[in-house]
């Protein structure tokens, strides 16, 4: 416990300015939503002459963005990019961060195995990504609803956070499970980053060719799409599936690696 309020007390600075940072994203987004929707032409007109490469970036597809939901469907993608790079960068970090500080011999000189310092501070890191999480809920029901006219947009927006926390926590298991296996303690954080906007880039390049959509299982941005998650049938029980044996995979991953791997002191 001693361990895990010690990592909590670590990461809480960068837990406020990533909090503040996701209710100011949510707050710019939905104003522009207001600028765009007293043009008085289509919203939705003026996205269809967009390129269709410009489209895919946005993340727009068949999302409705002349309604306040509809254009929080956007807005996710951007909000989802934020959580997930907090996490892969949590993970990495906090499992890493004894070798890289050279405080390793200060935590493990005291009688505690290797499984219960893994466990505190994956619990820790848990818990900063259900505080990010839930601080992205109650910030976009709030401000999403003032702009809504009257639109019922609490399921929708309940719905995605539901598909962002799984991707945390997805994304926290391969940041810790990076860190845990390379042996370059200061290279975690920018090989878990690079990861992800690998997967990212390829989420963008299978919305442009068609014939990549069976690469959709690679990259964990495809797996649950606002547009999809809002205006089609929920959650894929495929992609839920793969997501917890990809999650559960990698934190035993990082059990098994770090607890043999020697420490630099």
């Given at each position: 416990?001693?361990?895990?309020?010690?990592?909590?007390?670590?990461?809480?600075?960068?837990?406020?300015?990533?909090?503040?940072?996701?209710?100011?994203?949510v707050?710019?987004?939905m104003s522009?939503?207001v600028?765009m929707?007293s043009?008085?032409?289509?919203?939705?007109?003026?996205?269809?002459?967009?390129?269709?490469?410009?489209?895919?970036?946005m993340?727009?597809?068949?999302?409705?963005?002349?309604?306040?939901?509809g254009?929080?469907g956007?807005?996710f993608l951007?909000?989802?990019?934020?959580?997930?790079?907090?996490?892969?960068?949590?993970?990495?970090?906090i499992?890493?961060?004894e070798?890289?500080?050279?405080?390793?011999?200060?935590?493990?000189?005291?009688p505690?195995?290797r499984?219960?310092?893994i466990?505190?501070?994956?619990?820790?890191?848990?818990?900063?990504?259900v505080i990010?999480?839930?601080?992205?809920?109650?910030?976009?029901?709030?401000?999403?609803?003032?702009?809504?006219?009257?639109e019922s947009?609490?399921?929708?927006?309940?719905?995605?956070?539901?598909?962002?926390?799984?991707?945390?926590?997805?994304?926290?298991?391969?940041?810790?499970?990076?860190?845990?296996?390379?042996?370059?303690?200061?290279?975690?954080?920018?090989?878990a980053?690079g990861?992800?906007?690998m997967?990212?880039?390829l989420?963008?390049?299978?919305?442009?060719n068609?014939?990549?959509d069976s690469?959709?299982?690679v990259?964990?941005?495809?797996?649950?799409?606002?547009?999809n998650?809002?205006?089609?049938?929920?959650?894929?029980?495929?992609f839920?599936?793969?997501s917890?044996?990809?999650?559960?995979a990698?934190f035993?991953?990082?059990?098994?690696?770090?607890?043999?791997?020697?420490l630099n002191?």
């Amino acid at each position: 416990m001693n361990i895990m309020m010690r990592e909590m007390k670590a990461h809480r600075k960068s837990l406020i300015i990533w909090c503040i940072g996701v209710v100011v994203m949510v707050g710019s987004g939905m104003s522009k939503f207001v600028v765009m929707s007293s043009t008085g032409q289509s919203m939705n007109d003026l996205i269809a002459q967009m390129p269709k490469s410009l489209q895919a970036i946005m993340g727009i597809g068949t999302l409705d963005i002349s309604t306040a939901s509809g254009y929080f469907g956007i807005l996710f993608l951007y909000l989802l990019i934020m959580a997930t790079l907090h996490a892969v960068m949590l993970g990495a970090d906090i499992i890493s961060k004894e070798e890289r500080d050279k405080t390793v011999e200060f935590l493990f000189v005291k009688p505690i195995s290797r499984s219960e310092i893994i466990t505190s501070k994956l619990l820790a890191a848990l818990v900063n990504i259900v505080i990010f999480n839930i601080v992205t809920w109650v910030s976009s029901a709030v401000i999403v609803g003032k702009y809504s006219n009257g639109e019922s947009v609490s399921a929708d927006i309940a719905i995605t956070m539901v598909g962002m926390f799984i991707l945390q926590l997805l994304f926290l298991a391969i940041g810790s499970a990076i860190a845990s296996v390379i042996k370059k303690s200061k290279k975690a954080s920018s090989l878990a980053t690079g990861i992800l906007l690998m997967t990212f880039m390829l989420s963008i390049a299978i919305d442009l060719n068609d014939k990549l959509d069976s690469l959709k299982y690679v990259t964990p941005f495809k797996y649950f799409e606002a547009k999809n998650v809002m205006y089609g049938e929920g959650f894929e029980t495929v992609f839920v599936l793969l997501s917890v044996i990809i999650i559960v995979a990698l934190f035993t991953l990082t059990f098994v690696f770090y607890k043999k791997r020697d420490l630099n002191v």
